[in-house]
């Protein structure tokens, strides 16, 4: 493995091995371990994976994994009953519906559903209310996994200059919310920001999130820069035969590793600190809700 590679399938590791133990925790205190539930609707065959390997990690800390399984044809109407039962249930801490839904689904009607006490995703209007006003709360699982992999590697993030390109409600201005509550310096950048290579180049924490393949370029990296790519992108890769395909971020890594101090890999960075943060936000869901002590580590 390269000196410089993020390793974010390790730090992901660590952390559920924490949150393993904060369950057991609360399994003997409390008698009863945290609950997540999570909606699948349809059959996109990307979602199965996903939400196959939520349960199978959920499972592996301690936690209840709660599975509801719609058809592609069910109703938005259904959908939210669905929604609706799981917030009054007692013993379900956090519910995540799995997106995207189908198209005569509305996903922001439905999102706006769930239980600001429940929405372990950190998607719902309060959820990022409460992140703009600095308040207590349910924190979005990508743009979180990217402050923790900053700290795992510089430590106090205290006045670094962090450039996030892209500005997606999913990660760009969540991310930007969470490293200055990190005492960063943030500027959020995007495909119109002026002399966007410039920017990037002056930035201590440089957070790649634009869906654009291969978009950040290595000349566009400050030497001694911490690079977080939050992209994935499948792209043609002839050179392993006719027909194959390989996953790329969002960075030009081979070239930008070159400048980098230190950069995550695609796959193998980001995506797995997403998962994690995800049990991590069910456990404290499940505290918060119950008014119980959260645990050290988490």
Partial sequence: MNENLIDGKAVATALRARLGDAVAKIKADHGRAPALAVVLVGDDPASHVYVRNKARQTQEVGMRSIEHRLDADASEETLIALVQSLNADPDVDGILVQLPLPKHIQEA??????????????????????????????????????????????????????????????????????????????TIAHSRTRDLPALCHSADILVAAVGRAQMIKGDWVKPGACVIDVGINRIDAPERGEGKTRLVGDVDFDAASKNAAAITPVPGGVGPMTIACLLRNTVLAACARMNWPVPEGV
Wanted: one cysteine or more; glycine letters at 12%; a neutral charge.
């Fill in 109 to 186: 009607i439905v999102i706006e559903q769930i239980d600001p006490a429940k929405d372990v995703d950190g998607l719902t209007e309060a959820s990022a209310g409460r992140l703009v006003l600095g308040k207590p709360g349910l924190r979005p699982c990508t743009p979180t996994g990217c402050v923790i992999l900053a700290r795992d590697v510089l430590g106090d993030l205290t006045g670094k200059f962090c450039v996030i390109v892209g500005r997606s409600i999913l990660v760009g201005k969540p991310a930007a919310h969470l490293f200055l509550e990190q005492n960063c310096t943030v």
